[in-house]
């Protein structure tokens, strides 16, 4: 069962794919490992029973018994390691953000096209099982129309920056890799994002060297409006992680999630006389790195199906690079003051 062989570069959040060795209906294994870091990755590779293992990644693409590889490296890196992938001839699947700059998306998604190799984003809040119960009322048509939406993530980034310095000293861009979790699920649960307006700032209590809090008004291409908080230079507020809320013509529903508490999802009904919410709890998941494990099996369980019966997986390139596309109209926003156009022709 196990065909179809997988190299994974960064061990962090990568270290989630190693779930798929001893799930018995996947056909990945993880056969290499790619870190920065020597003594790390033989560690994890010695523990985890993976014999090759390596801190050069263009081992991994010389391979022929490795037909995916999955990047998990820092968010700068990952327009190299994508693009060297596909080139080599790899299915790529690729965390969160895609890249962190237009161009290379508008790169990754021409050459996806012209490899015809399969691309996955790995959003894991489209697979975490509150946001996709918010998603299947939607569609169902249980809501009703959308009137407006809005979505969060925030994260009191300071320790993490310690356990990952990258964040910092490169610095990671926090519009693309934080940001994109809430433009992600919005664009995934009401449609294409049309325009943005956004403030931001930083906020001096970490060695975080640009802006990191953003607030953003935001319409969809359906005329909607919208609103995101996106914000991780702050002392974590008493709320959850991440969220989303719909707020339709029959019902109004907000769906939430923390690492390793879980979520719920509650909803009130205007066809119900009473206006209490119906409320469903999600156990917390704890598998893996941050207790993402189970979402990374749930979107390889996806993949393989595309690899299966030829089917684009979802999120793919196209989607990473509108999200990446709203991310760089924040931008242009912040410095210009102004509402900005976003691009959504790839």
Same mark, same amino acid.
Request: proline fraction near 5%; include cysteine; charged fraction near 25%.
């Given at each position: 069962?196990?065909?179809?062989?997988?190299?994974?570069?960064? %061990?962090?959040?990568?270290?989630?794919?190693?779930?798929?060795n001893?799930?018995?209906?996947?056909?990945?294994e993880?056969?290499?490992?790619?870190?920065?870091?020597?003594?790390?990755?033989?560690? $994890?590779a010695e523990?985890?029973?993976?014999?090759?293992?390596?801190?050069?990644?263009?081992? $991994?693409?010389?391979?022929?018994?490795?037909?995916?590889?999955?990047?998990?490296?820092?968010?700068?890196?990952?327009?190299?390691h994508?693009i060297?992938?596909?080139?080599a001839g790899?299915h790529?699947?690729?965390?969160?953000?895609?890249?962190?700059?237009?161009?290379?998306?508008?790169?990754?998604?021409k050459?996806v096209r012209?490899?015809?190799?399969?691309f996955?984003?790995?959003?894991?809040?489209?697979?975490?099982?509150?946001?996709?119960?918010a998603?299947?009322?939607?569609?169902?048509?249980?809501l009703?129309?959308?009137?407006?939406? #809005?979505a969060?993530?925030?994260?009191?980034?300071?320790?993490?920056?310690?356990l990952?310095?990258?964040?910092? #000293?490169?610095?990671?861009?926090?519009?693309?890799?934080?940001?994109?979790?809430p433009?992600?699920?919005?664009?995934?649960?009401?449609?294409?994002?049309?325009?943005?307006?956004?403030?931001?700032?930083?906020?001096? %209590?970490?060695?975080?060297?640009?802006?990191?809090?953003?607030?953003?008004?935001?319409?969809?291409?359906?005329?909607? !409006?919208?609103? %995101?908080?996106?914000?991780?230079?702050?002392v974590?507020?008493?709320?959850?992680?991440?969220?989303?809320?719909?707020?339709?013509?029959?019902?109004?529903l907000?769906?939430?999630?923390?690492d390793?508490?879980?979520?719920?999802?509650?909803?009130?009904?205007?066809?119900?006389?009473?206006?209490?919410?119906?409320?469903?709890?999600?156990?917390? #998941?704890?598998?893996g790195?941050y207790?993402?494990?189970?979402?990374?099996?749930r979107?390889?369980e996806?993949?393989? #199906?595309?690899?299966?019966?030829?089917?684009? !997986?979802?999120?793919?390139?196209?989607?990473?690079?509108?999200?990446?596309?709203?991310?760089?109209? %924040?931008?242009?926003?912040?410095?210009?003051?102004?509402?900005?156009?976003?691009?959504?022709?790839?």
């Amino acid at each position: 069962m196990k065909d179809i062989g997988v190299g994974v570069i960064g %061990i962090g959040m990568g270290a989630n794919m190693l779930l798929l060795n001893k799930e018995p209906k996947s056909r990945f294994e993880v056969r290499a490992l790619c870190s920065g870091t020597l003594s790390k990755v033989k560690a $994890l590779a010695e523990q985890s029973g993976v014999k090759h293992y390596t801190t050069d990644y263009r081992e $991994l693409l010389e391979r022929d018994d490795i037909h995916v590889i999955g990047v998990y490296s820092p968010d700068h890196l990952h327009a190299e390691h994508c693009i060297a992938a596909l080139e080599a001839g790899k299915h790529v699947v690729c965390t969160k953000p895609m890249v962190t700059s237009l161009k290379d998306a508008e790169t990754l998604v021409k050459l996806v096209r012209r490899t015809g190799l399969k691309f996955l984003v790995g959003q894991t809040m489209r697979f975490d099982p509150q946001f996709v119960t918010a998603k299947r009322l939607l569609d169902d048509g249980e809501l009703g129309e959308v009137i407006f939406a #809005e979505a969060h993530y925030v994260h009191d980034l300071r320790g993490v920056g310690e356990l990952t310095p990258w964040r910092v #000293e490169v610095p990671q861009d926090l519009v693309y890799g934080g940001g994109c979790h809430p433009v992600d699920v919005l664009r995934w649960l009401v449609g294409d994002i049309a325009e943005v307006f956004a403030y931001g700032n930083r906020s001096g %209590i970490s060695k975080y060297p640009k802006e990191e809090n953003f607030l953003v008004n935001l319409k969809f291409t359906s005329g909607k !409006p919208g609103r %995101i908080l996106a914000a991780y230079g702050l002392v974590h507020p008493p709320m959850p992680m991440m969220g989303a809320g719909l707020y339709c013509t029959k019902a109004s529903l907000v769906a939430d999630f923390s690492d390793f508490e879980g979520g719920s999802v509650k909803v009130v009904f205007d066809k119900v006389p009473q206006h209490t919410p119906f409320t469903s709890r999600f156990l917390p #998941e704890t598998e893996g790195a941050y207790g993402h494990g189970r979402a990374v099996v749930r979107y390889m369980e996806h993949f393989q #199906e595309c690899l299966a019966d030829d089917k684009e !997986p979802s999120p793919g390139a196209i989607d990473g690079a509108k999200t990446v596309a709203v991310g760089s109209a %924040i931008w242009t926003s912040l410095k210009t003051g102004k509402p900005v156009k976003v691009k959504s022709d790839f």
